[in-house]
């Protein structure tokens, strides 16, 4: 008597990654870095960034889907002749034959996977200089810095040896929306500065070239002072290092008196840029009338 034929299991054969779903991906990406408090220069990179990586899970998906119709096809018939010529054939068999089906659907749904990882860089990052901000009451960082103004060297002693307090805010990115809103902002407010004896001095990673265009182009009375590297940015607690892009000095002002000692810092400025000057204003009359 003729044992029992082993009847083929029914493969379901798992769709490739759509576009469209690759697309929605982007869509709640981009819109969940547009709701965190970074500035809009940086906001722009990691959009890019997104996009990257949907435009290769997009093509890989549509590259990939006559190979992964020809691949299962292939493996599903395998399978239905293996059971024909081997009743006693083992459930082990039938995943070893699936396992090059599996490889071909992770590597079209791993660009996928990778879309939220924009989302993670300026968290971490910001994390990591937020923790290194100075404290409050303790003396601020030296520095030495070439500013917008030529040959110029500006430091901290320089700034201080004139008896003014003074408002230096870092910023990620000259001629960027956010940036050249902010710098409006000090510049419209600057008698009101000078009234209250203080100076403004602008930091970022920018060149001394590119500072002296924006101060020239927005006429700017302030100087502005080149970080390269973002050395001091780092010191300040102010800087942001995104993988594949470097480090920009995250928007932040710190308010210093005249002995050089750090009084305030505004780490939450990019959600109020426009009325960020009148809030420096009032923080600092409240801190020179103590």
Request: hydrophobic share 35%; with cysteine; glycine share 4%.
């Amino acid at each position: 008597r003729n044992p029992p034929t082993k009847q083929p299991q029914q493969h379901t054969q798992q769709a490739p990654t759509s576009p469209h779903h690759t697309l929605l991906s982007l869509t709640f990406t981009i819109t969940i870095i547009k709701n965190q408090n970074m500035s809009t220069f940086i906001q722009r990179y990691l959009i890019l960034i997104s996009c990257s990586l949907y435009v290769t899970a997009a093509f890989t998906s549509t590259w990939l889907q006559p190979s992964w119709d020809l691949l299962h096809n292939h493996n599903h018939h395998m399978l239905q002749m293996s059971h024909v010529n081997h009743p006693y054939h083992s459930n082990e068999d039938d995943k070893i034959l699936q396992n090059t089906s599996r490889r071909s659907f992770l590597a079209q749904t791993t660009p996928l996977l990778l879309l939220p990882l924009p989302l993670t860089l300026p968290q971490t990052a910001f994390a990591a200089a937020s923790s290194n901000i100075p404290s409050v009451g303790a003396p601020a960082p030296k520095f030495s810095l070439p500013s917008s103004r030529g040959d110029r060297i500006v430091t901290l002693d320089s700034l201080t040896t004139k008896g003014v307090w003074t408002v230096m805010y870092f910023y990620p990115g000259a001629f960027t929306n956010g940036c050249t809103l902010e710098a409006r902002g000090f510049q419209q407010d600057i008698r009101e500065y000078e009234r209250r004896k203080t100076q403004i001095v602008g930091v970022s990673v920018d060149s001394v070239e590119k500072n002296a265009q924006f101060c020239s182009s927005e006429g700017l009375e302030f100087v502005l002072l080149s970080d390269l590297g973002g050395k001091v940015s780092k010191a300040y607690g102010s800087a942001l290092s995104i993988p594949g892009f470097g480090t920009f000095s995250n928007r932040q002002t710190y308010i210093i008196d005249p002995s050089g000692n750090l009084r305030w810092v505004f780490t939450d400025v990019e959600s109020h840029v426009p009325r960020h000057s009148a809030e420096v204003l009032e923080k600092l009359q409240e801190l020179q009338s103590v």
